[in-house]
């Protein structure tokens, strides 16, 4: 199972500390860490994932098994809505048009949704796991465009062993559907 990058983790401990979310729906769970993270940071009363695949930790109340594309049809209508969402490096393994539907679909469950991805599309591919390849790139001014971005930040990766320069930026935006 892939994992996040490890430098992103302060940038989204910092928003789960202030918006201090009550309930949490984590897409893409992976491992379980962010569930695990927004109890301790935001002491969140409930965490619910939702992945393709069981999330390594048990840390959720409840584990919803399908693709996030079928949102509506995976989760149940209640809870109706959650103070959080976390979509942590899961846009970019969807087409374009496919992300833009599933923020259409958080922002109807969530009051917030937090997005971490990379700046622009990073190319990659991994044997056997295709809801592992990345399939688009965004750029943080898209998301202010259809929704109303509360918060975004884009900040360095790993360095250049060699040039020392930044590479790998990633972009977090914290979204919340137009007043």
Known sequence: MPTSEHWQIPHIVDVLQRERPRTVLDVG????K???????????ERVDALDVIRPRYP??????????LDLDR???AEPARYDLALLIDVIE????ADGWRLLEALTRRARRVLVATPWGFRRQEIAGLPYETHRSGWY??????RYRAHLTRVFPGHYSRRLGLPRLWQILVLLGARD
């Not at 840390?59 to 693709?67: A, E, L, S």
């Not at 943080?140 to 465009?145: C, D, T, V």
């Open 29 to 32: 769970a992976g491992w379980g």
């Open 34 to 44: 962010y569930g695990l993270l927004a109890r301790e940071y935001a002491d969140a």
């Open 74 to 76: 995976v989760l149940p």
């Open 93 to 96: 393994h969807l087409e374009k």
């Open 59 to 68: 840390v959720y109340d409840q584990v919803h098994i399908g693709d996030a």
């Open 140 to 145: 943080p001014w898209e998301f202010g465009r």
